[in-house]
């Protein structure tokens, strides 16, 4: 184990060495409350895996991600939420540990608040930008 899990604190939580307040679990996959929530019912699934960003985990330790995702927002009853992953320091990532938030939005106060800094650009841009990306997937 590198150190970088050592001292994980999503690796511990997965671990049992720190406690959390678990709603699902499975081998590759936990769910859990998060202890600074943005709104009633914030929670964070991670993969049991180790990895600082989204291209860091193997896509089999993703398959389980989005559906218990769906499960936590039925089971809060959130209508309106945000899905947040972040990844690297200037876009907001605090753990160096993948989790995606399931954060519900019930009313303009609480939950997740985001600024939407749109660019203009030209359609001839866009396509060849389109194209470059497409080359290399």
Known sequence: ?????AACIFCKIIKGEI?????FESDKTLAFLDINPLSRGHALVIPKFHGAKLEDIPDEHLGEILPV???????TGAVDYNILQNNGRIA?????????HMIPKPDTEQGLGVGWPQQKTEMDALKALSEEIKAKM
Request: charged share 20%.
């Open 1 to 5: 184990m590198s150190s970088k899990m």
């Open 19 to 23: 406690p959390c307040f678990k709603l």
């Open 69 to 75: 995702v769906k499960k936590l927002i039925s089971a």
């Open 92 to 100: 907001h990532q605090q753990v160096d540990h993948v989790h995606f």
